[in-house]
Nanobody, 122 residues
């Protein structure tokens, strides 16, 4: 499975971006997530969505500002980011897991990763 992200860029604080992640195959994944990694920081889970049931998880630092959604017909997951702050600046990665995971924001439980898309907020 290949994951291709798009939608990153540079915005001013308070602005919005929507990231997209499209999977190359329709192979079922149990969960898809967005992660980010800033310079000198560990990769952290931002948001995740389960394939079955569509349950979502959002990390506390972006709750109320970020939303994750998916379009199963297009094999695409979206991350809508509103009211962006400078501390949101990072490389954002899309990931998919084919395992049954109970901690959807833990990066170690994902077995497919995209190449990343840069988000810079000034």
């Amino acid at each position: 499975v290949q994951l291709v992200e798009s939608g990153g860029g540079s915005v001013q604080a308070g602005g919005s971006l929507r990231l997209s992640c499209t999977a190359s195959r329709s192979r079922s994944s149990s969960c898809m997530g967005w992660f980010r990694q800033g310079p000198g920081k560990e990769r952290e889970g931002v948001a995740a969505i389960y394939t079955l049931g569509g349950g979502t998880y959002i990390t506390d630092s972006v709750k109320g500002r970020f939303t994750i959604s998916r379009d199963n017909n297009k094999n695409t997951v979206y991350l809508q980011m509103n009211d962006l702050k400078p501390e949101d600046s990072a490389m954002y990665y899309c990931a998919a897991s084919t395992y049954r995971i109970v901690r959807p924001l833990a990066p170690g439980l994902y077995n497919y990763w995209g190449q990343g898309t840069q988000v810079t907020v000034s």
